[in-house]
Structures are given as structure tokens and as C-alpha cells.
């Protein structure tokens, strides 16, 4: 966006609507009585999206998550039934030629911005479903051009950092979102939350996977299976990079004190709504207390 746009943005909004200023004035969007997002204009070009709502309790059954953890190089997806849907995030689409992935998620601009391949590659697959951001479809329209979008867009929002609504302080997401019967809180740290209807947007946690189980549970799945969901060994690439291709991961700091609680959080919400999460990863840093450990080739044999 220009400089220009920008700085009368700053001047004419307060500072907890800074988040916005990279989508001031070309996006224009509409919102129904429940927050969810329903009509989207990009440059007063009408955007189709795909309603949430429209998603609510929508599938049964397994679905199958792919994270992006070097564990993923040790496991045979030609096992995987054709049947069971298959969903993934970020670079996860290295694999498509081998798993047909029907759901997906980016939610990291820089991501977007360094991994152009891969979503032109999300965005020609007409079978695709792609949860992206206000931002991230932004990004995408810059970079190839609307016409070229053919995948089906879902927005999902980060609640604390909404399109056009105030910034919600870490400290202040308790008391903010305290009433909301649709958001459950951490017992351990009260900042981590969940939510259980997306149309109002997901708490991050620092990473996608977290913004995956929100939404995997509001799809109305009964079984999620993950794989590569590893959180350890950050200084070892991704299952599709190698030493000198590898980008920077800012998920060690946040394991302990965000990530392992907000899963535990995920884990007892899901559980409570009758969604078993299954970890394929034998050597994920996930403890089993949070998600049960299940090898990939007993499973799926």
C-alpha cells in the first residue's frame, strides 16, 4: 500500500487500529449480526469467498493434518485412503502430488511473501478450500491477479487483530472475551484461548496448527490425525527445505509458554465435543497427555 494512504490512516485512527493500515482504503468488507465477514471488495472489485457459516458442521468422519516437520520425510502417504479428507498448511503442499489436499491453511504474510510457488500452486486447484487471511488475499490478488484465484477462499481472522475493529491487548483478552460462551479459556494462562465458533475469528498461539484445530472442529470432524507435528528440533529444516533453502522458525521460544498450552487447551475442548486428536508424529515434543501418539503405519496400513 502507498506511504501516503498510510500516513493519513496514522493520522485519522487511533493506535489500536494500526493493524489496518496496510488494508485502508481498498478493502472494503460486510459483516452480519454474528462478525462473521460476508461480502469482501479488493480495489471496489467484489471478492467471492466462501461463508463460514455456510461450513458449520459440514463434514463427519477423519480428517487428515499435515504439518511441516522433518518427520514428514519418514512416512508413506500412498497408504493414505483416498477417501479421508486431506487438509494442510504452509509448505505441506510440497506433497501434492501425492496427497490431494481438499482443505488448507496460511495464515503467515511472510510466508505468502517467500513461498510464491506454493501458493500459485493453492490457488490454480479448484478442489481447494484455502483459509487465508483479510491480508493474505490481498497478497494473493497483488501477486496473480483475481481472475487467477480458482481455489474457494474461507477468511478466518485473528480475534485479538480483526479487520477494521481495535487491536485486543494481550492482557486484555480475558476480560474482553469473558462473556462470549463460544470461547474457552486456558487454566493455566488466561490469554490462551479457543474458540469454538470461527465465524468470529481463532486465536493464534504461534502457530498455524492452532488456527487448523479451531477450525477442523468447527468442520464438524470426529477424528483429526496429524502429522509432522514435531515442535522440536528447530534448527534442522522443514520436511521440503534443506540447509541452505531453510527460512527462520520463531516457534522455539513459544513452545513452552503459548504453544503446549494452547494444544492442551485445543485437546480438551475438541475432547469435550467428542474430537479425538491423534499425533502420528513419533517424535513430536507433544507430550501424550496432550494428543495420543499413534504410529502412521498401524493406522493406516
Not at 27 to 49: A, H, L
Not at 131 to 152: D, H, P, R, W, Y
Not at 250 to 275: C, H, I, Y
Request: glycine residues 4%; neutral net charge.
Amino acid at each position: 500500500m502507498g506511504t501516503l494512504t498510510k500516513q493519513l490512516y496514522r493520522y485519522s485512527h487511533k493506535r489500536n487500529m494500526r493493524h489496518n493500515e496496510n488494508l485502508w482504503p481498498f478493502v472494503k468488507i460486510q459483516r452480519d449480526s454474528e462478525g462473521e465477514i460476508t461480502t469482501f471488495t479488493y480495489r471496489k472489485e467484489p471478492i467471492n469467498i466462501v461463508r463460514l457459516s455456510s461450513l458449520a458442521q459440514k463434514y463427519t468422519g477423519d480428517v487428515f493434518l499435515t504439518a511441516t516437520g522433518p518427520s514428514i520425510n519418514t512416512l508413506n502417504f500412498s497408504k493414505l485412503p483416498k477417501t479421508i479428507i486431506k487438509s494442510g498448511v504452509n509448505g505441506a503442499w510440497h506433497l501434492n502430488e501425492i496427497i490431494k489436499f481438499n482443505l488448507y491453511f496460511v495464515v503467515d504474510m511472510t510466508f505468502i511473501d517467500h513461498h510464491t510457488s506454493v501458493m500459485q500452486g493453492i490457488c490454480n486447484d479448484r478442489d481447494v478450500t484455502l483459509f487465508t487471511t483479510v491480508m493474505g488475499v490481498v497478497k494473493l490478488i497483488e501477486e496473480f491477479g483475481s481472475s487467477n484465484i480458482l481455489c474457494q477462499i474461507a477468511i478466518l481472522e485473528d480475534i485479538c487483530y480483526q479487520t477494521y475493529q481495535p487491536a485486543v491487548k494481550k492482557e486484555s483478552i480475558y476480560n474482553t472475551f469473558k462473556n462470549n460462551v463460544d470461547i474457552v479459556f486456558s487454566s493455566e494462562q488466561n490469554h490462551i484461548a479457543y474458540s469454538k465458533d470461527i465465524r468470529r475469528g481463532v486465536f493464534d498461539a504461534g502457530t498455524v496448527v492452532y488456527w487448523a484445530l479451531q477450525t477442523l472442529g468447527y468442520l464438524g470432524f470426529k477424528k483429526i490425525y496429524i502429522a509432522g507435528l514435531d515442535m522440536n528440533n528447530f534448527n534442522n529444516p522443514r520436511f521440503y527445505e534443506d540447509k541452505a533453502s531453510k527460512r527462520p522458525s520463531f516457534l522455539e521460544n513459544k513452545v513452552k509458554d503459548t504453544v503446549m498450552p494452547a494444544l492442551q487447551l485445543a485437546s480438551d475442548v475438541l475432547s469435550e465435543r467428542g474430537v479425538a486428536v491423534i499425533n502420528l508424529s513419533s517424535q513430536s515434543a507433544v507430550p501424550e497427555s496432550i494428543f495420543p501418539k499413534q504410529d502412521f503405519n498401524d493406522v493406516f496400513s
